[in-house]
């Protein structure tokens, strides 16, 4: 391989000369393992993303957005268990973009994954890059949306993964499926919104309202018109694919008079319970049954947010849509269902403390009980210093930081994973704390001037190895909950609890049928303890999915090192992969 340091040639040479090389590997690397593709069966889908521009009006207001095929939300994907997906995405607007495939495993393709600058450079103006990956052992809801920036306001769509062909549900079969995703829906152009709160050091603005597939519905000016409708039979069963694609706020979800029953959530089956509402933060997935078993009307589905800082601002509306049964009258008022208070973390721990997985001979349940590597991981916000003895927004006239043990994460100017394949130096360090680096009463009385370090560190991990992560909240601002979300992995999420976690905690975990997420919330002033194993080579993606958090820094990643044998080792890039 050629080196780096070689007389006269420059680091973004070096690397097109080993991407070139690496790709003489490619074909002997497929070759060898081009005998798994029979094992999966599935069929290849072919889509195309365009990126463009269109308008939207609501809430009496016109503006242009940033959209995919001039869809709002985007076109749903489906396709089955095994099948390979290929989505060539090509970008005509002027900001960059990338597409991530939330919560599928990417197993040996995490050029596929989409995080901008953590497994690809960004798809410019004029670009296009394919995306290619295979779906196995997934079956469910899940979702993608654009990784850049504060893109996916407008930019997102539902993912759905049907059984295998001839493979039938492990629940009452639907008679007909319904997706719903929640979103947020700012009158101003979200990437102004950005950049004013990153200058200033501050919050951003707040959304001006909630949507269900792209709509706020009757309960805001200007928007009876649009309200989604779900037409319902009276007697039929439905299955209601929930997604929360908000960027900032943890929602309740509940339809009036009907018992919603809980059966997958993040691609990943449950034993069946019966709810009045569901808690669903930004990133997760939710599937519910629900019969159509009410008298013939119409009934409100709402979604109202979940806010769990204290004195922290937000969009106190409530968004809604109509389960329309059939005969019913249309200048019949809705009935509204009763959500819970914006505050009640009673009801939001209960509803997570529910969950649990199916654990079947068809859907096996495997917790690591010999662990490798033992991981404390605080996640919080934090006050730093504002820049050129300038006066920010911040408390105390200070800057917003979020951090993971008290390292504020940076994003570098070349994709970590390239940097990571052709061992490019000087992209970043693999020096991540294991644990916090100051331990303290992370849930009690903060200690003073304790700032964030800055910079881009990883976590490096050998393949194979068992992990056990513990996220701990911190209250060096303020306790708050955060969705942490780990790409190309799911967690068994076997405990959380309120307080400081301690060892001692371990006796409390569920081993036996602990629910499976991809996005785990972890609870304000508490902590969440998940396992899984290291079995997909790259470099993966940690963090808040409130963008809010993520922006201020609240991630980090992993690599994942090379097995043995092409199986458990990362193929090199394709060819198209953007170039920064």
């Known amino acids: ?90 970008n005509f607007v002027l900001y960059n973009m990338s597409i991530h495939w939330h919560g599928i495993r990417q197993l040996r393709s995490a050029w596929a994954d989409g995080p901008a600058y953590v ?43 049907h059984p295998k062909r001839g493979v039938p549900y492990p629940f009452t079969q639907p008679d007909e499926e319904v997706p719903i995703i929640i979103g947020e829906w700012w009158k101003s152009n979200v990437e102004h919104v950005l950049l004013e709160y990153i200058s200033s050091g501050g919050g951003p603005n707040v959304s001006d309202a909630y949507t269900i597939n792209g709509q706020p519905g009757t309960l805001y000016n200007c928007s009876a018109s649009g309200v989604f409708v779900a037409n319902a039979v009276p007697g039929k069963t439905y299955l209601l694919r929930i997604i929360n694609a908000g960027l900032n706020t943890e929602m309740f979800f509940a339809l009036a008079n009907h018992t919603l029953t809980v059966v997958e959530i993040d691609a990943s089956y449950t034993k069946p319970f019966a709810a009045s509402a569901i808690l669903i933060s930004p990133g997760q997935t939710t599937n519910v049954l629900v019969t159509a078993d009410q008298p013939v009307g119409q009934y409100y589905m709402a979604a109202g947010p979940y806010v769990s800082g204290q004195g922290v601002p937000f969009d106190q509306s409530i968004t809604t849509a109509i389960f329309s049964y059939t ?37 096996p349940v495997n917790v690591p009980s010999q662990i490798d ?28 930081s979020a951090s993971v043990n008290n390292v504020s994460f940076v994003l570098p100017k070349t994709a970590l994973l390239q940097a990571h394949f052709f061992n490019l130096s000087g992209i970043y360090t693999t020096d991540f704390p294991s ?27 050998p393949f194979g190895s068992n992990v056990q992560l513990i996220l701990q909240d911190t209250n060096l601002v303020g306790a708050e909950s955060h969705p942490i979300h780990l790409h190309g992995f799911n967690f068994y999420w076997v405990g959380q609890g309120l307080g400081n976690y301690h060892p001692a905690n371990s006796r409390t975990f569920n081993l036996v049928d602990p629910p499976i997420r991809n996005t785990v919330i972890v609870p304000p002033g508490g902590w969440a303890a998940t ?34 044998g092409p199986l458990e080792t990362l193929p090199p890039p394709p060819a198209d992969l953007p170039g920064c």
């Open 1 to 90: 391989m050629a080196a780096c340091s070689m007389k006269g040639l420059t680091q973004p040479d070096c690397t097109t000369l080993r991407k070139a090389e690496y790709l003489l590997l490619s074909a002997i690397l497929l070759a060898l393992v081009g005998a798994t593709g029979a094992i999966h069966a599935g069929i290849t889908r072919h889509f195309d993303f365009n990126i463009t521009y269109h308008n939207e009006t609501r809430l009496c207001h016109m503006k242009k957005i940033v959209s995919v095929n001039g869809m709002f939300p985007g076109p749903t994907i489906h396709v089955n268990e095994g099948d390979r997906v290929v989505v060539k995405v090509t």
């Open 119 to 161: 497994t690809q450079c960004p798809i410019q103006t004029g670009q296009s890059y394919t995306y290619n990956f295979t779906v196995l052992s997934q079956s469910g809801t899940l979702w993608w949306h654009a990784h850049i920036s504060w893109m996916r306001a407008t930019v997102y769509g539902a993912f759905i993964i």
């Open 327 to 363: 005969g019913s009258s249309n200048s019949s008022s809705p009935t509204l269902p009763t959500l819970p208070k914006f505050n009640d973390t009673k009801f939001a721990t209960n509803f997570s403390q529910n969950l649990r997985s199916l654990s079947t001979a068809q859907n």
């Open 373 to 400: 590597h033992q991981l404390l991981f605080t996640v919080g916000l934090s006050i730093k210093s504002c820049h050129h003895n300038k006066t920010c927004k911040g408390p105390n006239g200070g800057r917003r």
């Open 435 to 461: 644990n916090p680096p100051i331990r303290f009463n992370y849930t009690g009385k903060a200690p003073k001037n304790l700032q964030p370090s800055v910079g881009t560190r990883l976590k490096s991990i």
């Open 531 to 564: 396992r899984f194993t290291a079995d997909n080579p790259g470099v993966w993606f940690l963090h808040c999915h409130l963008e809010v958090h993520n922006t201020w820094g609240l991630e980090m990643a992993f690599i994942v090192e090379n097995g043995k």
